[in-house]
């Protein structure tokens, strides 16, 4: 039996969500070789680098374009700092690696072009981390497809995270200094809330628009034309501090004759006993679809149990996997995968598209790619 | 006593007869009804003693029988003083006399939105920043209604002028423009950014409805959502889905209501003005549909 190959995969930077490289790690056909930056980053990236590094006893390597040519990898990990994402990929596209990114893609348009561009021409795959194969998440498109509910004419999302992010709205005294949006988010990276990691502040959109956006797009299979939106400052001082919004609505405007809406907070940890309230909401020709995103979990309450714990621990949760298994699959048999970077750019462009409607009040049209 | 007269009851007959014995301070006292042997029944059951085949022929032979109106549809119960005629919920009739009369729709008044009311007014959730509304009925059912609820339902709880509304429906090439087809989507921007997200179905096949409700306040949210509180039947092949009902409570609450606002001499907790307040939205939302961009509203 011929063993199947095996992929060597670089970590360009590892100071935001290592749940990306961890995933990858944990497939059988892909194996960290190093991880790497650029020397020129500051002390508390080239800490959180070694670290992961230690931990994986990989060697870290200041030089990202040494990396990538001496330990002859295949398949680079972004999951930098928000304005290095496309940057990081990019260097690693033209040297004709293969990318998984962490979301989200980028706060430049401009740059997730580029990396569309390069992808296309250098013929190499890219997969931006999502959520899309969670087990409600495939149930839904599987019940879709079986034409349970007929073709999809409009598809509502509730995207709503129960966590905190620093002190409450309101709870800064006149004399204090407005909370600084790098130093907030490199001191969240303790409980995984850091995903605006950079000097730009991101409001929620930008942050976790990616997973519900991607989930319309994969159930509908249709493109985001034009957008309405509302946005508030409602829950964080560190959103109001920095003039980013931390709840929004979208109403979607989509080919193929589909609408849609989106929901999106980062509400409190006070507001759900979980992760937070996520449906998908779909309605179709001949019938709709209510899906809660955690299920399966199971409930575990006892005594002393510490606040922090979530109630309800989602189960038979294989998207890591998944994710891998579909990358690997659009390398070897030159498909595309379930994000790609285009889908992604997208995404981008759609949520810009919001920004603009919430600012301006008008409905906006999203801008296609050039390529 | 507040003394009401039922007008044709229809299919929520029976939920009068059981409503009707639970009022505190008011009672059936008159029935009109096309079918005069529904009417003789129902007066019957409730101990009514005037029947009546038409709301005229009750106003001008037995007009010191009762005190107010009252019209029992599918979805709302509408209380209206003697003083005033009743006529349909539509008629522009009504937008002239706002006050003084009861819109119980159901929505107002079913105990999970109530709950969800009193939590939000206690102070527990904070201002509310989003208020997100799914409500899908199946075909044959009124969507404008249906909207014109859930736009009320919205504006009660975010408690802020509605500045700004996007609208849109259902893609069917062959579909008349002027109509909101089966599928409306509103996306309401209030003031102080607050904003509200409502689909309105009536594309489901035939049988139940599905409602969720949710408010994000600043503090604290708040789920009513049909989706918890489903009970499983199996059967064979796929379990069905059953949703244990709420009652007649949203019924009776909103009749006790007409009757405690009378006592205390205050408006009704939903009254025209409400249901004006309501049509201005629709009329938004049919401007919104009709040029595919937001519409800016004053005074609603």
């Given at each position: 039996m011929t063993e199947p190959k095996r992929y060597r995969c670089a970590v360009?930077?590892?100071?935001?969500?290592?749940y990306v490289p961890r995933g990858v790690a944990a497939h059988?056909?892909?194996?960290?070789v190093v991880v790497a930056d650029d020397a020129n980053q500051p002390d508390w990236v080239h800490q959180r680098n070694q670290r992961f590094a230690d931990e994986y006893k990989i060697p870290y390597v200041r030089d990202v374009e040494r990396a990538i040519a001496e330990y002859n990898v295949q398949v680079a990990i972004v999951s930098s700092q928000v304005e290095r994402h496309c940057d990081l990929s990019l260097r690693a596209i033209n040297r004709g690696l293969h990318v998984i990114q962490d979301k989200p893609?980028?706060?430049s348009l401009a740059d997730c072009d580029r990396v569309v561009a390069a992808c296309r021409q250098k013929r190499t795959k890219f997969l931006m981390w999502n959520?899309?194969?969670l087990p409600a998440v495939l149930h839904a498109k599987e019940l879709i497809a079986a034409g349970e509910?007929?073709?999809?004419?409009a598809v509502h999302v509730d995207f709503y995270f129960a966590?905190?992010?620093?002190?409450?709205?309101?709870?800064?005294?006149?004399e204090q200094k407005p909370m600084d949006w790098q130093a907030h988010q490199i001191a969240a990276h303790v409980d995984g809330s850091?995903?605006?990691?950079?000097q730009r502040p991101l409001g929620e959109l930008e942050i976790e628009g990616v997973y519900p956006l991607a989930y319309i797009r994969m159930l509908t299979g249709a493109k985001v034309q034009r957008v309405f939106a509302r946005t508030a400052r409602h829950f964080h001082q560190v959103n109001v501090d920095n003039n980013v919004e931390d709840l929004g609505s979208l109403s979607l405007e989509m080919d193929q004759g589909v609408t849609g809406t989106l929901c999106i907070g980062r509400?409190?940890?006070?507001?759900?006993?979980?992760i937070g309230e996520i449906k998908l909401h779909v309605l179709g020709e001949r019938g709709g679809l209510v899906i809660s995103e955690a299920r399966p979990e199971v409930a575990v309450y006892y005594r002393?149990?510490?606040?922090?714990?979530?109630?309800h621990k989602r189960l038979a949760n294989d998207y890591d996997y998944l994710l891998l298994e579909d990358f690997l699959h659009a390398i070897e048999t030159d498909g595309d995968t379930i994000l790609n970077a285009l889908a992604s750019r997208d995404i981008c462009a759609t949520v810009e598209s919001a920004l603009e409607s919430a600012r301006n009040g008008r409905c906006v049209t999203v801008p296609v790619s050039a390529g | 006593m507040l003394r009401f007269a039922v007008v044709?009851?229809?299919?929520?007959a029976a939920a009068i007869v059981r409503v009707a014995s639970r009022l505190r301070g008011g009672v059936v006292s008159a029935v009109v009804d096309h079918d005069d042997a529904a009417a003789q029944s129902l007066a019957k059951q409730l101990g009514a003693k005037v029947v009546a085949s038409s709301v005229e022929q009750l106003h001008q032979q037995?007009?010191?029988?009762?005190d107010a109106w009252v019209l029992v549809t599918s979805d709302a119960l509408v209380v209206v003083p003697h003083a005033q005629r009743p006529v349909?919920?539509?008629?522009?009739?009504?937008l002239s006399n706002?006050?003084?009369?009861?819109?119980?729709?159901s929505y107002r008044f079913l105990p999970s939105v109530r709950a969800l009311k009193d939590s939000l007014a206690s102070g527990?959730?904070?201002?509310?920043?989003l208020v997100r509304i799914h409500q899908w009925q199946a075909t044959g059912c009124d969507l404008k209604q249906a909207l014109i609820q859930q736009l009320d339902v919205a504006c009660w709880l975010v408690e802020q002028p509605v500045s700004l509304v996007f609208a849109q429906r259902r893609s069917?090439?062959?579909?008349?423009?002027?109509t909101l087809r089966d599928y409306v989507q509103v996306h309401l921007g209030f003031e102080d950014d607050r904003m509200a997200v409502i689909d309105c179905t009536t594309?489901?096949?035939a049988g139940d409805d599905y409602y969720s409700l949710s408010v994000i306040g600043s503090t604290g949210a708040a789920y009513a959502d049909d989706h918890h509180n489903m009970q499983l039947v199996f059967g064979g092949s796929q379990p069905r889905a059953f949703r244990t009902s709420q009652g007649d409570f949203a019924l009776l609450t909103a009749w006790q209501e007409f009757i405690d606002a009378t006592d205390k001499k205050r408006q009704p907790l939903c009254d025209g003005s409400a249901w004006k307040r309501a049509m201005g939205l629709l009329a938004a939302v049919e401007g919104s549909l009709t040029t595919g961009q937001p519409v800016t509203v004053k005074d609603a």
């Open positions: 360009l930077s590892v100071v935001k969500h290592e059988p056909r892909c194996e960290l893609m980028s706060n959520r899309n194969f509910i007929g073709k999809p004419y966590k905190d992010a620093g002190p409450p709205k309101g709870t800064r005294p006149l850091d995903g605006g990691l950079g509400i409190g940890k006070a507001s759900h006993p979980d002393n149990q510490p606040a922090a714990e979530f109630r | 044709q009851p229809g299919p929520r037995s007009g010191e029988h009762f349909e919920t539509s008629s522009e009739k009504w706002p006050e003084g009369w009861l819109w119980g729709h527990k959730l904070g201002a509310p920043g069917i090439p062959e579909a008349k423009e002027s594309s489901l096949p």
